[in-house]
Structure formats: structure tokens, C-alpha cells
């Protein structure tokens, strides 16, 4: 018997992020075996929002699960700055995350210049904030053996649109994005924006939508400029932008909020990193790759991010002359 021919399932194919996951975490094996000892990584909690207990948990269970040694250290408010300096100072602490938000104003900002730079896994550092604003790929743009560590929410979009072959490697690396069009919905400090200048740094034309309008951020016509610019579209509308992109990157709290699919492009690629479903179940009729959560990439890129800080802390330990060595696996792409 034929299905009836009217009705053809969709041919939307729906992508874990288990699979991404998964190849990263291989990834991340390998570097461990270079390694004496587990990693040792420490996430502070000094609050009770759900989504960091949760988060913090999910953390411990894939550390233990893949070699690493994780603490957690539960803490009141008041006790975390100094918490913080006592753990910079400790050897046996090779990364630090802390759970946001703790103060819930610019303290926070505070405290997160407060983690010494060689063991801050999420890459929360001015230090790091700047060079990924900046387009700035190595703390030692010379030599080039110490990578920059990136937000993970930020970057676990990224290793996804690789896995997906987004990223063109026919193109260098760094304008690998050049020709697609992406909307990314949260201009959030710690996710949307850092996400939409990674983006547009690596070549795209990025719409950047929050609540308030539209931005667009590119390297200019060509290419031309080595870092992004950004220019606020007065007028423009989610409904405007989301029909002339190829991907759709949505992260938008709550559960109200569903992006209106009717605005997607045929075949569009669309990516859900809210821990709301920002798509609808009609999203399979429009798209042609929906991801439905990247949270299992989001941790393994933590695990890589640690990796990353020991490594670099070897490259600093060795002397100029000896320091022949080639750079690991890790450090052959982004
Ligand atoms: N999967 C993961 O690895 C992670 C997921 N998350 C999740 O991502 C979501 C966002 O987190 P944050 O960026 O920290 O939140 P946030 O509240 O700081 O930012 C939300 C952003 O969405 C925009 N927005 C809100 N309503 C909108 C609307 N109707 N139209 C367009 N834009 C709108 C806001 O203007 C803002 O830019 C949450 O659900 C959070 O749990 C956050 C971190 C990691
Ligand atoms: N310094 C800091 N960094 C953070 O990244 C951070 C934080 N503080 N404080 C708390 C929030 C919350 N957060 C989430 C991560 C994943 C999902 C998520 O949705 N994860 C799964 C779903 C979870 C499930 O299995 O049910 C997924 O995307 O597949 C949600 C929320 C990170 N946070």
C-alpha cells in the first residue's frame, strides 16, 4: 500500500543535540588523556533559581560521568566574593562557574570580574568578552597557541551549525558564515548578542531581535571590515527580517512565546536554545533541520572550555625556546 498522496510526511528532519554532543565529547575524551589528573571544576550556587539548580546539577552528573571532578559549593550571597578570591588562589581548582543571577543587578558584572581569567570556564572576563567583541581569536595574537574561551551558550550554537554544514570549510576559517542570513530572537548579554557578533564575525548578516526592534550586525559589504558593525533598523520588524533568513535562532523565556512561523523561509534551519519551546510542532511544515534544545551541547562545551584553560595554562608554563610544540586537537578549530 502507498501513502495517500496528498499528504506526505514532512520532510523536516528533527536533530538532537544529543549527536552534536556527542562528537564533541570525543573530542573532549582525547584531551583528557594528555592530562595527570581529572580536571577539577567548581560551580558556585548562591541562590535558589530553579533553572541554575538544575543547571548546576546537569553539570555535576556530566562531569562524573565523563572524568571530570566537579564540586558543588553552596554558599550565601554574602560569603561569595570572598569564596571566589579563596578559589583563584587554590591549585587545586582548575575552573570556576558561577551560577547567575545572584544579585540580579550589576554586582553580578562584578563578580565576574572577580574570577581569574585562567580558570573562568564560561569566558565571562572582560579579558574575554573584549577579544570576542573585538574579533580578537588568541590572548597571544603573535604566536597563537592560546585560544580565547567563548560563552558556551553562545558557542554551542555554533559547534551545532557546523555539525549542520552551515559553516562552509571550503571558505577560510573565520568567514565561513559569508552568504547565509540568520536571525538570532535575544539580544541578552550573555547568550543573543555575544551570539549575533560571533556570527557576524565569522562572515553572516545577522538580524538581531529583542523586544525592542531590530538590529543588524555584519562585516560590512564584502566582507571588508575585520570585526563586526552594527546598525539599529528603525522601523523593522521581526516580520520584515525573519523571510530573508536561512536560519532561525530563537531563545525567548517564558512560555508564552511562540516565534510566528508563517514568517519562515522554505527549508529554513531553525534552532531552539530557550528552555521554552520557541517553536511550535508547525515549525516541521516550514523548516528543513529543526533542533529543538542545544543544553546537552551547552555542557560539553564547558567541559571543552576547561580543557582549553589547562591547556593554555601549559603553553604558559613553558619556555619561549622549548615551546615548539603543535598545538592539540582542541585547539584546531573554533
Ligand atoms: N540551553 C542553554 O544552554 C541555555 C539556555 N538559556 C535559556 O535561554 C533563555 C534566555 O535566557 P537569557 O538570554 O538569559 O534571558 P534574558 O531574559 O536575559 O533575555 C531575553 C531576551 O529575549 C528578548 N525577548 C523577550 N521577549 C521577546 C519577544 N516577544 N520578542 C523578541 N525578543 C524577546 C529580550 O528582549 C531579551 O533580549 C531562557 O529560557 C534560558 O533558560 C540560557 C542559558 C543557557
Ligand atoms: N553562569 C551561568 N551560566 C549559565 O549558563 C546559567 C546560569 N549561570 N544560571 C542559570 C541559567 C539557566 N541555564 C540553562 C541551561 C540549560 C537549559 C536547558 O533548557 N537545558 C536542556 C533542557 C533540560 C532538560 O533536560 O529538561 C536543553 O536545552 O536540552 C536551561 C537553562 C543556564 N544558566
Same mark, same amino acid.
Given at each position: 500500500m502507498s501513502a495517500p498522496a496528498s499528504s506526505s510526511p514532512s520532510s523536516c528532519k528533527v536533530m538532537l543535540s544529543k549527536h552534536v554532543a556527542n562528537g564533541l565529547l570525543q573530542e573532549v575524551q582525547e584531551g583528557l588523556k594528555t592530562l595527570e589528573k581529572p580536571p577539577h571544576l567548581v560551580g558556585f550556587l548562591a541562590n535558589h533559581d530553579p533553572a541554575a539548580v538544575m543547571y548546576a546539577h546537569w553539570t555535576q552528573k556530566t562531569c562524573e560521568e565523563h572524568g571530570f571532578k566537579y564540586s558543588l559549593r553552596e554558599v550565601s550571597r554574602d560569603d561569595i566574593e570572598e569564596c571566589l578570591i579563596a578559589a583563584n588562589a587554590d591549585s587545586d581548582v582548575d575552573g570556576i562557574i558561577v551560577y547567575y543571577p545572584? @544579585? =540580579? =543587578?550589576?554586582q553580578d558584572q562584578y563578580l565576574q570580574q572577580i574570577v581569574d581569567v585562567g580558570k573562568d570556564v564560561e569566558g565571562l572576563s572582560h579579558r574575554y568578552i573584549f577579544n570576542m567583541y573585538q574579533n580578537?581569536? @588568541? $590572548?597571544?595574537p603573535e604566536t597563537k597557541r592560546q585560544k580565547c574561551i567563548l560563552p558556551c551558550t553562545p558557542l554551542a550554537n555554533i559547534k551545532i551549525l557546523e555539525y549542520l554544514n +552551515?559553516?562552509?570549510? +571550503? $571558505?577560510?576559517y573565520g568567514n565561513r558564515l559569508f552568504g547565509h542570513t540568520i536571525c538570532v530572537v535575544n539580544r541578552s548579554e550573555v547568550v543573543g548578542r555575544p551570539l549575533a557578533a560571533l556570527l557576524a564575525n565569522d562572515g553572516a548578516c545577522v538580524y538581531s531581535v529583542d523586544i525592542t526592534g531590530v538590529q543588524k550586525f555584519t562585516r560590512g559589504e564584502g566582507l571588508k571590515n575585520r570585526r563586526h558593525e552594527i546598525v539599529d533598523m528603525e522601523g523593522t520588524t521581526l516580520k520584515d527580517v525573519a523571510p530573508l533568513c536561512d536560519v532561525v535562532i530563537s531563545g525567548v523565556p517564558g512560555e508564552k512565546y511562540k516565534f510566528d512561523t508563517s514568517l519562515l523561509r522554505e527549508g529554513a534551519v531553525c534552532i531552539n536554545f530557550s528552555s521554552e519551546k520557541n517553536f511550535g510542532p508547525e515549525v516541521k511544515e516550514k523548516a528543513s533541520i529543526y533542533v529543538p534544545s542545544i543544553g546537552k551541547v551547552t555542557i560539553v562545551v564547558l567541559l571543552r572550555n576547561l580543557l582549553r584553560l589547562i591547556q593554555n595554562r601549559r603553553v604558559d608554563n613553558v619556555q619561549p625556546a622549548a615551546a615548539t610544540e603543535r598545538p592539540g586537537t582542541l585547539e584546531a578549530s573554533t
Amino acid at each position: 500500500m502507498s501513502a495517500p498522496a496528498s499528504s506526505s510526511p514532512s520532510s523536516c528532519k528533527v536533530m538532537l543535540s544529543k549527536h552534536v554532543a556527542n562528537g564533541l565529547l570525543q573530542e573532549v575524551q582525547e584531551g583528557l588523556k594528555t592530562l595527570e589528573k581529572p580536571p577539577h571544576l567548581v560551580g558556585f550556587l548562591a541562590n535558589h533559581d530553579p533553572a541554575a539548580v538544575m543547571y548546576a546539577h546537569w553539570t555535576q552528573k556530566t562531569c562524573e560521568e565523563h572524568g571530570f571532578k566537579y564540586s558543588l559549593r553552596e554558599v550565601s550571597r554574602d560569603d561569595i566574593e570572598e569564596c571566589l578570591i579563596a578559589a583563584n588562589a587554590d591549585s587545586d581548582v582548575d575552573g570556576i562557574i558561577v551560577y547567575y543571577p545572584i @544579585f =540580579n =543587578n550589576r554586582q553580578d558584572q562584578y563578580l565576574q570580574q572577580i574570577v581569574d581569567v585562567g580558570k573562568d570556564v564560561e569566558g565571562l572576563s572582560h579579558r574575554y568578552i573584549f577579544n570576542m567583541y573585538q574579533n580578537i581569536r @588568541f $590572548l597571544d595574537p603573535e604566536t597563537k597557541r592560546q585560544k580565547c574561551i567563548l560563552p558556551c551558550t553562545p558557542l554551542a550554537n555554533i559547534k551545532i551549525l557546523e555539525y549542520l554544514n +552551515i559553516y562552509n570549510t +571550503i $571558505l577560510p576559517y573565520g568567514n565561513r558564515l559569508f552568504g547565509h542570513t540568520i536571525c538570532v530572537v535575544n539580544r541578552s548579554e550573555v547568550v543573543g548578542r555575544p551570539l549575533a557578533a560571533l556570527l557576524a564575525n565569522d562572515g553572516a548578516c545577522v538580524y538581531s531581535v529583542d523586544i525592542t526592534g531590530v538590529q543588524k550586525f555584519t562585516r560590512g559589504e564584502g566582507l571588508k571590515n575585520r570585526r563586526h558593525e552594527i546598525v539599529d533598523m528603525e522601523g523593522t520588524t521581526l516580520k520584515d527580517v525573519a523571510p530573508l533568513c536561512d536560519v532561525v535562532i530563537s531563545g525567548v523565556p517564558g512560555e508564552k512565546y511562540k516565534f510566528d512561523t508563517s514568517l519562515l523561509r522554505e527549508g529554513a534551519v531553525c534552532i531552539n536554545f530557550s528552555s521554552e519551546k520557541n517553536f511550535g510542532p508547525e515549525v516541521k511544515e516550514k523548516a528543513s533541520i529543526y533542533v529543538p534544545s542545544i543544553g546537552k551541547v551547552t555542557i560539553v562545551v564547558l567541559l571543552r572550555n576547561l580543557l582549553r584553560l589547562i591547556q593554555n595554562r601549559r603553553v604558559d608554563n613553558v619556555q619561549p625556546a622549548a615551546a615548539t610544540e603543535r598545538p592539540g586537537t582542541l585547539e584546531a578549530s573554533t
